[in-house]
């Protein structure tokens, strides 16, 4: 190279000269290349797609197919021969034929009547052609496009529009559908990698295949943007090109510290965490850069561990064999989360610290713990040999997740064999009624027969209320329970449970003994009815203000059918009127209660 030989960047000096050229947009290059073949060309056509992917490219190829002069048949040809002065002055932009707007700069409908619609109907001064390429069209205003739209729907024959966007979505609807439109998709990064080394080794560059594809990933689908890093990192290198090399020169957080802190969130290790982000500090790394490395190194982490794509770094295979994908997924959610925080933060390393270990101590391997206990449950030991030791939940722990679940498991069988034995035991052991019923000894003691019957109700805390407060006075075959003063209550739960008494006697002495309550307390309950009816003139019952008054309590209650309208019925009473109210009373009708 000559001393006065300018420099030419490598985007500029390896740009595509033909349809073939061209990296990623195969479908769009044949589609175009069959329709000059044809003779099918369109009066307009939109590209749309992310930057750097061949857009502007792919136009001035087009407009030197249109224009190519070198195949000798007069005709737009596929192939443009590259060595005409058309294709020449095509690909430096000096072609007077073909016109390369920037829409950006050209946003006033005055600048566009001025170069489009005030030409666009004068004759191509040499090329077979008039091409007017667009870039950035969106960027136009609302008058331009109004300008524009007759002369794109209808152009002479002569002329042809290539207009070019990396935002479709705000190219009018009118403008879209008069073109012909081509999505340009973003490069992969195996593309671009394979295409950085077809390059280097043209340009005799030591460029390593781990150096093309961390470019290849930081270009973010642009095959330009690849191409002006490649150029800084031969700037920046000493002959050879490196991982290590491209790291440093993009400020790329180290491989190792990706590691240390991955394995530190999913084994919660504080100290190690801790001592990664000591490292940015001595490094001067940039908070916002390493959570997006960070993230980033999750995200392709999950996809090794189902199956698809590599390992981003060394030591993947040991992170993923300690984490589930559902763990290393939502670590990067929320460091996704996290980062939107930090960037407007004071202090940038410490919330991101702090953000990380908040989400170290929130995000669980919930998946690899069910897997882990429904190998167990299985009787299939760990699900797959013992874990590494990555998955104790804290560094300085020695028992591992394994035997935590194992003990948890035998306690748990352990629990259910505790509960489950008394209870076949009872539901077994229950006597039958008919056992019960049929007498096993016979006791002919009275005394010791109603001693015997009461130690028996001691697991019926009902019968056995009434028993031990009311007197029994024995008889040849009838038994009678009286209660004393203060206790006439129980004559009511008493009439219910006098069957079992007899059942229970019948049992043990194999007499038919019939029980009665004392006639006293039957004859006071029947007077406490008698002055209720008496009174009902009076008052207001219960049962009427509160038709569930009766029903209310549950008959498994000692008290359930005892009266004590009697009792409520003093309370509400009728009192005397004052005479200031009967006057109201007479107005009104209704009665006072107290």
Same mark, same amino acid.
């Given at each position: 190279?000559?001393?006065?030989?300018?420099?030419?960047?490598?985007?500029?000096?390896?740009?595509?000269q033909?349809?073939?050229?061209?990296?990623g947009q195969?479908?769009?290059?044949?589609?175009?290349?069959?329709?000059?073949?044809?003779?099918?060309?369109?009066h307009?056509?939109?590209?749309?797609?992310?930057?750097?992917?061949?857009?502007?490219t792919?136009?001035?190829?087009?407009?030197?197919?249109?224009?190519?002069?070198?195949?000798?048949?007069?005709?737009?040809?596929?192939e443009?021969?590259?060595?005409?002065?058309?294709?020449?002055?095509?690909?430096?932009?000096?072609?007077?034929?073909?016109l390369?707007?920037?829409a950006?700069?050209?946003?006033?409908?005055?600048?566009?009547?001025?170069?489009?619609?005030?030409?666009?109907?004068?004759?191509?001064?040499?090329?077979?052609?008039?091409?007017?390429?667009?870039?950035?069209?969106?960027m136009?205003s609302?008058?331009s496009?109004?300008?524009l739209l007759?002369?794109?729907?209808e152009?002479?024959?002569?002329?042809?529009?290539?207009?070019?966007?990396t935002?479709?979505?705000?190219?009018?609807?009118t403008?879209?559908?008069?073109?012909q439109?081509f999505?340009f998709?973003?490069?992969?990064v195996?593309e671009?990698?394979?295409?950085?080394?077809?390059?280097?080794?043209?340009?005799?560059?030591?460029?390593t295949?781990?150096?093309?594809?961390?470019i290849?990933?930081?270009?973010g689908?642009?095959?330009?943007?690849a191409l002006?890093?490649?150029d800084?990192?031969?700037?920046?290198?000493?002959?050879?090109?490196?991982?290590?090399l491209v790291?440093?020169m993009l400020?790329?957080t180290?491989?190792?510290?990706?590691?240390q802190?991955?394995?530190?969130?999913i084994?919660?290790?504080?100290?190690s965490?801790?001592?990664?982000?000591?490292?940015?500090?001595?490094?001067?790394?940039?908070?916002?850069?390493f959570?997006?490395?960070l993230?980033?190194?999750?995200?392709?982490?999950?996809y090794?561990?189902?199956?698809?794509?590599s390992?981003?770094?060394?030591?993947?295979?040991?992170?993923?064999?300690a984490a589930?994908a559902?763990?290393?997924?939502?670590?990067?959610?929320?460091?996704?989360?996290?980062?939107e925080e930090?960037?407007?933060?004071?202090?940038?390393?410490?919330?991101?610290?702090?953000?990380?270990?908040?989400i170290?101590?929130?995000?669980f391997?919930?998946?690899?713990?069910?897997?882990?206990?429904?190998?167990?449950e299985?009787?299939?030991?760990?699900?797959?040999?013992e874990?590494?030791?990555?998955?104790t939940?804290?560094?300085?722990?020695?028992?591992t997740?394994?035997?935590?679940?194992?003990?948890?498991?035998?306690?748990?069988?352990?629990?259910?064999?505790?509960?489950?034995?008394?209870?076949?035991?009872v539901?077994?052991e229950?006597? /039958?009624?008919?056992? !019960? #019923? *049929?007498? @096993?000894?016979?006791?002919?003691?009275? &005394?010791?027969?109603? +001693? $015997?019957?009461?130690?028996?109700?001691?697991?019926?805390?009902?019968?056995?209320d009434v028993?031990?407060?009311?007197?029994?006075?024995?008889?040849?075959?009838?038994?009678?329970?009286?209660?004393g003063?203060?206790?006439?209550?129980?004559?009511?739960?008493?009439q219910?449970?006098?069957a079992?008494?007899?059942?229970?006697?019948?049992?043990?002495?194999?007499?038919?003994?019939?029980?009665?309550i004392?006639?006293k307390?039957?004859?006071?309950a029947?007077?406490?009815a008698? /002055?209720?009816?008496? !009174? #009902? *003139?009076? @008052?207001?019952?219960p049962?009427?203000? &509160?038709?569930?008054? +009766? $029903?209310?309590?549950?008959?498994?209650?000692?008290?359930?059918?005892?009266?004590f309208?009697?009792?409520i019925?003093?309370?509400?009473?009728?009192t005397?009127?004052?005479?200031?109210l009967?006057?109201?009373?007479?107005?009104?009708g209704?009665?006072?209660?107290?």
């Amino acid at each position: 190279m000559s001393e006065n030989t300018s420099y030419i960047s490598l985007a500029n000096k390896y740009r595509p000269q033909k349809f073939e050229d061209m990296v990623g947009q195969e479908s769009i290059s044949k589609t175009l290349k069959n329709a000059l073949k044809l003779g099918r060309i369109a009066h307009a056509y939109l590209f749309y797609g992310p930057r750097g992917c061949g857009k502007t490219t792919t136009a001035r190829i087009l407009a030197k197919a249109l224009n190519c002069t070198g195949n000798g048949n007069g005709k737009p040809t596929d192939e443009p021969c590259g060595e005409c002065p058309q294709c020449r002055e095509i690909a430096q932009s000096a072609d007077m034929d073909v016109l390369e707007l920037d829409a950006a700069s050209n946003t006033q409908v005055e600048k566009v009547r001025e170069a489009i619609i005030d030409t666009v109907a004068l004759a191509a001064s040499r090329d077979r052609f008039k091409v007017f390429i667009l870039d950035e069209v969106h960027m136009l205003s609302a008058s331009s496009f109004n300008a524009l739209l007759k002369t794109i729907e209808e152009p002479p024959a002569h002329v042809v529009f290539i207009l070019a966007t990396t935002e479709k979505h705000k190219v009018p609807a009118t403008i879209t559908s008069r073109c012909q439109t081509f999505r340009f998709r973003p490069i992969t990064v195996d593309e671009i990698t394979n295409h950085l080394l077809d390059l280097a080794e043209a340009e005799g560059l030591d460029l390593t295949e781990k150096a093309a594809r961390i470019i290849a990933k930081n270009a973010g689908g642009a095959l330009r943007d690849a191409l002006t890093l490649l150029d800084r990192a031969i700037a920046y290198s000493d002959g050879k090109i490196d991982d290590k090399l491209v790291g440093e020169m993009l400020g790329l957080t180290p491989q190792d510290l990706l590691n240390q802190t991955v394995t530190a969130l999913i084994k919660k290790d504080n100290a190690s965490l801790h001592g990664a982000f000591e490292t940015l500090r001595a490094e001067g790394f940039d908070a916002n850069s390493f959570l997006k490395d960070l993230k980033n190194a999750l995200g392709e982490l999950f996809y090794f561990s189902l199956g698809q794509g590599s390992a981003p770094f060394e030591g993947a295979e040991q992170i993923t064999a300690a984490a589930s994908a559902g763990l290393l997924a939502a670590l990067s959610r929320k460091i996704n989360k996290l980062t939107e925080e930090v960037k407007f933060s004071d202090n940038a390393l410490i919330s991101a610290e702090v953000g990380l270990f908040t989400i170290m101590d929130s995000c669980f391997d919930i998946e690899g713990f069910i897997r882990r206990l429904e190998a167990l449950e299985r009787g299939g030991g760990n699900g797959g040999g013992e874990p590494p030791a990555s998955h104790t939940l804290q560094t300085e722990k020695k028992t591992t997740f394994s035997a935590a679940v194992q003990k948890s498991f035998t306690a748990k069988q352990e629990t259910k064999t505790s509960f489950s034995a008394p209870q076949e035991t009872v539901f077994q052991e229950k006597p /039958s009624l008919e056992k !019960e #019923e *049929k007498p @096993t000894s016979k006791i002919t003691d009275n &005394n010791a027969l109603w +001693k $015997t019957m009461l130690k028996e109700f001691e697991r019926s805390p009902f019968v056995y209320d009434v028993m031990t407060n009311c007197s029994v006075q024995f008889g040849q075959d009838v038994w009678t329970i009286s209660f004393g003063t203060g206790k006439e209550f129980y004559k009511v739960p008493a009439q219910t449970k006098l069957a079992e008494l007899e059942k229970k006697a019948f049992a043990l002495s194999g007499r038919k003994i019939r029980f009665e309550i004392a006639d006293k307390s039957v004859a006071s309950a029947k007077n406490t009815a008698l /002055s209720v009816k008496q !009174e #009902e *003139k009076k @008052t207001i019952s219960p049962e009427k203000r &509160n038709p569930s008054f +009766k $029903t209310s309590i549950t008959q498994e209650e000692p008290f359930v059918k005892a009266d004590f309208s009697a009792d409520i019925a003093s309370e509400n009473t009728l009192t005397e009127v004052p005479e200031e109210l009967k006057g109201i009373l007479d107005v009104i009708g209704g009665e006072v209660l107290a």
